[in-house]
């Protein structure tokens, strides 16, 4: 019955339902989708339309600092969604980078982000973009309030209305902060964070990479959400992503899936995947209220090939842990240099241990197979790859900007089909709010002059007591 639910909603179904609303950020200009009475499409087009507008400008020079240098490094400012989807896209589409502009991603609340990423800029070629949807993320407005004061340090108050700009909906705060809201940038509450890099928080990538580009990066989510609209169940590729999730992480008991691209600017990937999927289907209760009768929320992670070989592939290949995996690869590089005797492709190097991997995974080797290569018989055991390893191998001409928007949308798709036959919400994430509101009490209490009362529990209290005496505060 859920899987029918899937087909009824996501396959076939004309009405995208409020959870799967946030395709509309990539419908084409003539579509037509109505949210409570508003023409969204058209909405998302005119905020499209400023980005465009402003990126041009930037671009081309027109938009200058205070000083009138033209502006040669954006510093997108935001946490969660509002980094990992612009941090990943921004590295992976780097050969997209066409008009001398380079862009920095500050999100930690660590003083050494923002520190680390400032080295090295000019205030007066540096623009900040501000990504927080109410303008009142702690984090990013931190990070924000430090890089102003860097800003204002170098070139006086009066320049932060020409080297910031804003990703937000709280049109009095922006202004509050200096920005000039005719440079804020707005979304909408159907859009959430790890669904929002095709939205204005995609601005320091439109930046980078120009309008068409990112038109083009649109168009490829678009792509896959046409595909999941109309395949059949059985040709489905992001059904049958998300089935075959469901089949090893409740059938299998793997808990844990490897994200593993054979390309050095995907190096992202796996940690955009993370909060994709992690925090949409990481769930112990149905959207009814009631727990939840399997194990939901596969756990992502990964590295480039070929790092992970020399790192985690051991306990792949012979491990006692079944971990399935994606190998993703690309036909045509988009950088390559000979190999050591200059005869060959370093590509298909990289190439040929993406497709070797895959192949041990399946089908691996016997004990006879070692026996028979005159290996002494006390160290067969420990050559022997049982292979039956599970592994899903996506293979594209070339990174593009739309072929990256395909990936994206494919695996936002694999979320929703597990979801919808987890019968859990997707689209929620109540498990990250109550560390919020502890920090925030917590805070005086390791920072305020006199000893603390005790705190609720003796790990806390003994952990925020050390803290207090190794930075000179009463015990």
Request: aromatic share 8%.
């Amino acid at each position: 019955k859920r899987i029918e639910t899937v087909v009824n909603i996501g396959i076939g179904g004309s009405d995208l339902g409020p959870a799967m609303v946030y395709q509309a950020l990539r419908l084409p200009r003539t579509a037509k989708l109505t949210v409570d009475g508003q023409d969204v499409v058209a909405d998302v087009h005119e905020v499209l339309d400023a980005m465009g507008d402003f990126t041009d400008r930037l671009r081309s020079g027109a938009w200058t600092g205070a000083t009138g240098k033209r502006i040669e490094t954006v510093v997108n400012i935001g946490i969660g969604g509002s980094d990992l989807g612009p941090a990943m896209v921004y590295q992976a589409l780097r050969h997209y980078a066409d008009a001398g502009i380079s862009a920095r991603f500050v999100s930690n609340v660590d003083p050494a982000d923002l520190v680390a990423k400032l080295d090295g800029l000019d205030p007066a070629t540096t623009l900040f973009i501000v990504a927080s949807k109410t303008f009142t993320t702690l984090e990013t407005l931190t990070n924000a309030t430090a890089a102003r004061r860097w800003l204002v340090g170098a070139l006086g108050g009066d320049a932060v209305s020409k080297h910031f700009v804003a990703v937000s909906t709280n049109k009095k705060l922006v202004e509050g902060f200096g920005i000039d809201s005719a440079n804020m940038f707005g979304f909408w509450d159907w859009v959430g964070g790890r669904y929002s890099v095709d939205s204005a928080i995609g601005l320091s990538v439109m930046a980078v990479i120009g309008r068409e580009a990112f038109a083009d990066f649109l168009a490829g989510f678009h792509i896959v959400d046409t595909h999941f609209a109309t395949a059949p169940l059985e040709s489905n590729a992001p059904a049958l992503l998300g089935l075959i999730g469901l089949w090893y992480s409740d059938f299998f008991g793997a808990e844990t899936r490897a994200v593993l691209p054979y390309s050095n600017d995907m190096a992202r990937f796996a940690a955009y995947l993370q909060q994709l999927t992690m925090e949409s289907n990481g769930k112990s209760v149905r959207a009814d209220g009631t727990p939840v009768s399997a194990a939901t929320g596969e756990i992502f992670w990964g590295e480039p090939g070929t790092n992970g070989q020399h790192a985690f592939y051991q306990l792949l290949h012979q491990g006692t842990r079944l971990v399935p995996a994606d190998f993703i690869g690309f036909s045509q590089p988009c950088d390559d240099l000979p190999t050591a005797d200059g005869t060959g492709s370093m590509h298909d190097l990289l190439m040929s241990n993406f497709f070797a991997q895959t192949q041990v995974l399946a089908f691996g080797k016997t004990a006879q197979e070692i026996s028979a290569e005159g290996t002494p018989a006390d160290v067969v055991p420990h050559k022997v790859m049982p292979g039956n390893k599970p592994s899903t191998s996506i293979l594209a001409t070339r990174l593009t900007p739309s072929v990256l928007g395909q990936l994206i949308a494919l695996y936002e798709h694999q979320v929703f089909t597990e979801g919808v036959i987890w019968g859990i919400d997707s689209f929620d994430q109540w498990g990250v709010e109550l560390g919020k509101t502890q920090a925030k009490a917590l805070l005086p209490v390791i920072t305020e002059a006199a000893s603390p009362a005790m705190q609720s529990d003796s790990s806390t209290d003994a952990l925020v007591r050390r803290y207090r005496e190794e930075r000179g505060r009463a015990r």
